[in-house]
């Protein structure tokens, strides 16, 4: 079907994502920063620093460049060790700030979307425990109430956690985020403890706001059997699928979370979601090897045919989301795109990932699932965690040492995409000419 024209509906929400200790800077009380300093936990000794510096003020030129390049919502974190610095304080001055920063995006007709917990902890909290503790989950609900009363003149649409599986296993299974940890029982109680805090910040939200509409933005990564013995390979595929992808929202809807031998119970967690949060960015295909049991009998590695991104961080692999919003609508409710994109500081990979992904939303908003947004990640290169600086997601390039914004050509991509509505054949010829064939095939 050549020279199409992919039109989506009314409304649809574009935008960026974002998250506070990756683009704020100087955040110096939460236990991303104490990660920092530690030698051999960051790659290259990098440390977030000023980051784009969006707390001295940044955000206002960024949230420009959003809006000029068609923009119409904008996805940030609040970074709880700002808004509460010790147990027993709130800074009245960090919540102005952020409702300064909610302020300019509706100016600049940009909808908020605020995420409550970005994988950043205030260190008060890592001293007791974080997560593991049983005190967690109250006290991120009392941060959540403090927040959304200071914010809800400005923002209905909530993330109460972000990612709570990539959170679980890469601070307490893979060890690479605060605080380091590599057991699985400890993993299973922060998953089950964030599935509690989620559900009692969900009801404070609501007590707070009666429109709000909350929910979680899952990290869905594709484990597909790599064959030829497809049925070997799907044992632990679907393993990994079930214990890392599916387990925290499935027990959003019947609170049960069900890890691979063993379920917590969280009953209060049922119904606890008004939207489908999807964080997609890769598929990993997987080998079962009976000799590595710690890797729960799997081999992993990227489809030899697909496209790599700079770092090889990120294999091209659109059917994966596809999948995922068909899964995603499954769950009968609005689907959002919180998070996709890649690491390409040569802008090289980006244009033809972002017009393949957005192509399969178009599909799946037209056939399987309500997908009312999508947010890139990200505006500008941020903070990387563990990978620090050495990757670049950023629509817009960024020198951190001088603040110097670089405008990649995916600016302008999207900028076309966000400002028709719709992917045509033309921002495909133009920009991504080697996406042709598979998006207008025939
Ligand atoms: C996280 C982001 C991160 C992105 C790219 C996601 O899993 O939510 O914070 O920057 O991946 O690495």
Known sequence: MPEATFQFPKGFLWGCATASHQVEGQNTNNNWYAWE?????????????????WWGG??????????ETGQNAQRISVEWSRVQPAPDRWDEEA????????????ERKMTPLVTLHHFSEPLWLSEMGGWESDKAPALFAAFARKTVEALKEYCTLWITINEPNVFAVSAYLFGEFPPGKKDMGAMIRVMANMLKGHALA????HEIQREARVGVAIHLRSFWPAGPVKFLDSIPANVMNR??????????????????????????????QDFIGVNYYTVEMVRFNLLKPGGLFRDGFYDPQATLSGTGFIANMPQGLGQWLKWAGKFNLPVMVTENGVEDAEDRMRPQYLVEHIHQVWRASNFVAQVKGYFHWSLVDNFEWERGWSQRFGLWGLDPATQMRIRRPSVDLYDAICKQNALTYEMVAKYAPASLAKIFPG
């Open 243 to 272: 214990a890392f992808n599916t387990s925290f929202m499935d027990a959003l809807v019947d609170g049960k979370l069900r890890m691979v031998f063993k379920t917590v119970n969280v009953p209060e967690a049922a119904g606890t």
């Open 58 to 67: 940044r955000w206002r030129e960024d949230f420009d460049r959003a809006a």
């Open 95 to 106: 919540l102005e700030r952020y409702r300064a920063m909610l302020r300019g995006m509706l």
């Open 37 to 53: 300093q530690t030698e051999g936990k960051i790659r290259n000794g990098d440390k977030a620093g000023l980051a784009c510096d």
């Open 202 to 205: 969900y009801k404070v939200i």
